[in-house]
């Protein structure tokens, strides 16, 4: 059993666990019932309005975020966590995240996987854009998956032996 976000190897508690102890761009309101299903932002400031007909989606993390190692989370960490997926060959990332420009190379070969055609950071600025090959109206749900969870862009994608150490939780 792991509690890596990205490994899918846990039963529903673990999973539950996982999700409320990990964070992505966008996740669900963390209240019962029907307004649980709603989609809020997390680490980003706001939702996004899709442009360019649907295909691209640029979003401001909220300033000031921090690891529990006291690390500040960054953009280049969103586009790197995504990469890590595909390298740890997720199905979750496999299913819903393949529409991101350059994606289906991650998915032939995820060893070399490098998004950054297809999800642009700026650290100046403080944003990451996601391009999309087409148009996909649950992109905004996709990204609040377990393929999307932010780690430190140094966390090793780890293909084989023990599980990695839980990434540091964010404050």
């Not at 390298?87 to 070969?109: E, H, M, N, P, W």
């Not at 862009?153 to 599980?163: D, I």
């Amino acid at each position: 059993m792991s509690i890596d976000p990205v490994l899918r190897d846990y039963d529903a508690l673990q999973g539950q666990v996982v999700t409320l102890t990990n964070d992505s761009l966008v996740g669900y309101r963390q209240v019962g019932g029907n307004s649980g299903s709603e989609l809020v932002a997390d680490l980003a400031a706001s939702l996004p309005r899709p442009t360019a007909g649907g295909t691209t989606y640029t979003f401001r993390l909220r300033p000031g975020i921090r690891y529990s190692t006291g690390q500040v989370v960054k953009p280049e960490d969103v586009r790197s966590s995504i990469e890590r997926s595909f390298k740890l060959r997720s199905t979750f990332s496999r299913a819903y995240l393949k529409v991101i420009v350059g994606a289906d190379a991650c998915v032939r070969r995820p060893a070399t996987c490098q998004l950054t055609e297809g999800i642009v950071t700026d650290a100046s600025a403080n944003t990451v854009t996601f391009r999309l090959t087409r148009p996909n109206p649950d992109f905004l749900a996709d990204l609040a998956g377990p393929g999307a969870f932010v780690v430190p862009a140094a966390t090793p994608p780890r293909m084989s032996g023990p599980a990695p150490p839980r990434p540091p939780a964010l404050t």
